[in-house]
């Protein structure tokens, strides 16, 4: 281990190669959803600028920057008071009472409860208040598990392993985002239903995924457990 590469350890190790794969899901699915969340605005104040007889270019890119503006500002607001109160008020005692496991499934469970919503009902308001839960999750429990994940790993494995997948995995999760806008829009021009269904399914994966994640959480944890002097 001391000679391997964080890349190598990870392609060694089982659960290391789990946590990196959920990471880039995590990353792959929730910038999907920021680009369907703005996807859907843009389609809205298309069809509001239309209704109000806002026409005129300048005029229509003024609007629309304005308004974009002012959701954004109401949306992020809306992501930082909630992530507040489960930071606050969940986390411990989730963790307390359901484990790590708990704290890790949280976030895939409310991405598939999301998605499933907004693909039945792609309102904006429905987008926005499951885009407020994902977000507010990752920013308060889902970001305590992933500090809670790396405890009982040894440290040597630490220092070179999530160096890796916090940076490279995290980014390729980006790109593919990127690269499901160039393929699913650009080239296809495939409706926004879409991005659901595929988000949906990258979430399956995700939520499948987390399982392995646990498992060799428990067992690296039995393990460190076992070797802490009576």
Known sequence: EGRQGGLSLILASRFLLAVAIVTLLVNWVNTNGENLLYWVLQDVLADKAHSLGVINPAELL??????????????F?????????LQAFVASRLLRYGGFGALLLLMPVVALVSYSAMAMLGTLMVV????????ATDYSINNTARNVLWLPVDASIVYKAKPTIDTVCARVGDGLAAFTVLVLVNLLDLPVTTFFVLNIGLVVIWLGLSFVVISGHRALTRDSESHVPA
């Open 62 to 75: 003024t609007f629309t920057r304005q308004e974009t503006t002012t959701f954004y500002a109401s949306f």
């Open 77 to 85: 607001g809306m992501v930082n008071w909630v992530a507040l109160v």
């Open 128 to 135: 926005k208040t499951m885009k407020v839960a994902e977000n």
